[in-house]
């Protein structure tokens, strides 16, 4: 009875057994196979019976399967192994073996269960490892700092360009959103931060801005940040993952080219102005060698004819040397072909010189010329102070009213700046009317005066050559200021 149950018993386990379980004899068939076999394989036991295992197993498996049969019918021990079997359908199931040999009744007993969620694990582990490894490389090969932020944990994690564009030690850097918002510059804090949960609390999925991020050093990188919304099944962000891009370079080039599109639409400009005044001015004295020429073509034979227009020609051949010397003037002042080279100059000791030149005229109008005292020492180009200043107060000079002419020179140094003031109480400008032609070549406003309308064309460019800047306070019948800040 004992015996009849255990039979019975082993019987169940047969029939019941999600695992397949199976007897083989020495010559590698199957002698019993449990009812699992159907569902795992698509065979009946029956089927099975007198039929050898190696019929059921993948072509590439059976060598590894024959060894790991061989070695346990050799050592009489249990094993575990892995292979593929032939489904009825003809597809292939990963199966995991444990068998062992029994020497007495020279049968292999073996169970085999259903490998395919441990091989797609397997699958899974080095897909992952490998996402793993490729994620490294990117972040290594990437001039970019990649970034993962868990939404959930508040976690920030940096890649390794993070220290290579930024100088931030990697061991140093506190993975929490800190490490981020901490040196976006404050001016573009608020923006930033606004822009980011716009999209995380929004439906959108991407996210990109621009703005200014601290290196380790303390300067900014600009850059341009991009980031990818990871959202659960209710539709609420739990990740972003993203890249920042240094572009300072790129703005930098950017910035350059438009200073040189804008330079060059100046230069243009001025070049057009140029042209009219070249046409403008060399037409006259032109004309009138021309019209010179003729009449001492006709009047060879007078000496009295000829004479005058010898001493015409003369003039109006000196009139045309001397706009030519003007004009090699503008070129040389708008072109940058004259080298700036930069030494320590004292504004005073230029101002006393420009007086010294102009005593003639200062005695002549009995005008009153203030200095300040003291030294007042920058970096700068001696010409072009002496040029600034002389065309400034010599037109103080000639542009005066019927009072007393008084000249006022201001200078204060305001760190790496000089601010210089040199106001008069001359016949002033109509700023309303000529602040826009202040500045142009052969501008000219007070025809009662002799004058090319050279002076302050001269000044402003000689102030620009200087990196500094120039404006102009006047009235009417009350004077005019003129701020210097080199």
Known sequence: MPLEKTQRELDKIFEFSLDIICTIDQHGRFLR???????????????????????????????????????IMNEGSSNRFENRCIHRAGKHIPMLWSASWDEEEKELHC?????????QGELLRLSLQESNQRYEYVTKATSDAIWDWDLKKNTLFWGEGFEAIFGYPKNQVIPDLHSWTDHIHPEDLDRVVASVYAVIYGTETNWKDEYRYQRADGTYADVVDRGFVIRGVDGK????????????????????????????????????QFAYVVSHNLRSPVANIIGISDLMGMEKDNPEVMEHCIENLKTSVNRLDQIIVDLSKILSVSDGSAEINREPVDLLEILQNVKADLTNNIDKSGALLHLPEGSFIIPSHKAYLHSIFFNIISNALKYRSTQTPEIMVNIQ?????????????GIGIDIDKHGGDLFKPYKRFDFSREGKGLGLFLVKSHVTALEGDISVDSEVGKGTTFTLIL
Do not use: C, W
């Not at 169970?111 to 091989?119: F, H, L, P, S």
């Not at 200073?259 to 070049?271: K, M, S």
């Not at 140094?413 to 109480?425: Q, T």
């Open 33 to 71: 196979v449990s009812s699992a076999v159907n569902t795992l394989l698509g065979y009946s036991p029956s089927e099975l019976t007198a039929t050898t295992y190696l019929e059921l197993i993948h072509p590439d498996d059976l060598e590894l399967t024959r060894a790991s049969i061989a070695d």
């Open 111 to 119: 169970i085999a269960r259903d490998g395919t969620v441990k091989r």
């Open 237 to 272: 962000a739990v990740r972003m993952v993203g890249a920042m891009h240094d572009i300072s370079e790129r703005k930098k080039s950017l910035k350059e080219m438009k200073q040189f599109a804008d330079d060059l639409f100046v230069r243009n400009r001025e070049l057009q």
């Open 413 to 425: 140094i305001n760190g790496n700046k000089a601010i210089i003031k040199i106001g008069d109480n």
